[in-house]
């Protein structure tokens, strides 16, 4: 992507833009906020203003030997660790150092992006260390990072942080019609439920999966007052064939409560997330009570919370459904 085709995130775009041209590029970065912020989208598009030998103001050219071998993944000079294996371990940074000392072949920088960084183990992260503290002159080190306090404070003194802010609404909404090209009919909601993560508003815009998913969550949040207890295990068997979607359907739980709360509270169906299904809610609303609503928000939570910890899956369902049921 376009260095100056990127949506949002202008304070960051601006400070990385006169670093280039007052040519003060710092020798390490940390690209830090919310997964799916687009720290990796400005990571690889700052990249390649870094490796471009004709640059022209914070343009590549896209036609030097280092632009066109960076657009085919095949330049030299780059190397991305992207901890696709759940962890980046020392090995992949003595990797990282061995073709560091190397001297750029095509362009007069090197670049090294660590996508998700706070996956580094602590001894790769001290291992990265030794080159924080000596970096060649040539090298530039990018981290991205979703949780940066889980940066050792070493490297965190070495880096230079860059903070990628939630998008605004219009932001995110300019960046879907840029992306998608058409009006959607669900604009509003698409934008809402993505909470000023472009990641994820693109990805739930026209996804069939996602539409059809929150419909069954829909139903089955109606029809948990109405069932008996006996009833609920049947329940369980969705959350079981749709696991890998946990936490999804979790903030489709959450935003429904809370979509009713708020209107309990304000009586303004304006302020609705879920806007296209302003019927649906207000139709039920008078089943929950404020109370009750803010007790299955905290019990959709909690649930999170320890299945993150290695719960049992079954029973964490089991007892958060009965739970919810609950008068």
């Known amino acids: 992507m376009e260095f100056d085709s990127i949506i949002g995130q202008k304070d960051v775009l601006n400070i990385l833009k006169n670093s280039l041209m007052n040519d003060m590029v710092a020798h390490a970065y940390a690209f830090s906020g919310p997964k799916g912020?687009?720290?990796?989208t400005v990571a690889n598009a700052f990249a390649a203003l870094l490796l471009c030998e004709s640059l022209e103001d914070t343009k590549a050219c896209g036609e030097c030997m280092a632009c066109k071998t960076y657009q085919n993944s095949s330049n030299p000079d780059v190397l991305i660790l992207d901890g696709h294996d759940g962890s980046i371990g020392v090995d992949e940074i003595r990797g990282l150092q061995s073709h560091i000392v190397l001297r750029p072949l095509y362009s007069k920088r090197k670049v090294y992006i660590i996508c998700d960084a706070d996956k580094m183990t602590l001894q790769a992260?001290?291992?990265l260390l030794k080159t924080l503290e000596e970096?060649?002159?040539?090298?530039v080190i990018i981290l991205t990072v979703s949780n940066y306090n889980s940066l050792m404070e070493t490297i965190k003194s070495r880096v230079s942080r860059l903070a990628f802010k939630k998008y605004s609404s219009k932001e995110i909404s300019d960046a879907l019609e840029a992306k998608i090209g058409k009006a959607l009919d669900n604009i509003d909601f698409v934008v809402?439920?993505?909470?000023?993560?472009?990641?994820?508003?693109l990805k739930i815009a026209t996804s069939e999966e996602f539409i059809r998913l929150r419909e069954e969550v829909f139903g089955m949040i109606i029809k948990i007052n109405n069932r008996k207890a006996t009833d609920i295990f049947d329940m369980v068997h969705f959350f079981e064939v749709e696991k890998q979607n946990i936490n999804i359907i979790f903030d489709i739980m959450i935003i429904f409560y809370r979509d009713m709360f708020v209107y309990k509270?304000?009586?303004?169906?304006?302020?609705?997330?879920?806007?296209?299904?302003?019927?649906?809610?207000?139709?039920?609303?008078?089943?929950?009570t404020m109370k009750k609503l803010s007790v299955n928000i905290e019990e959709i939570e909690k649930t999170r919370r320890i299945l993150q910890q290695n719960a049992n899956f079954q029973l964490a369902m089991e007892v958060m459904l009965m739970k919810l049921q609950e008068e």
């Open 192 to 201: 809402a439920f993505s909470d000023g993560i472009i990641d994820t508003a």
């Open 265 to 288: 509270k304000t009586q303004n169906e304006n302020i609705l997330i879920n806007s296209d299904k302003k019927v649906i809610i207000l139709g039920n609303i008078d089943k929950f």
């Open 135 to 139: 970096p060649p002159s040539y090298a």
């Open 37 to 40: 912020i687009g720290k990796k």
């Open 125 to 127: 992260q001290n291992c």
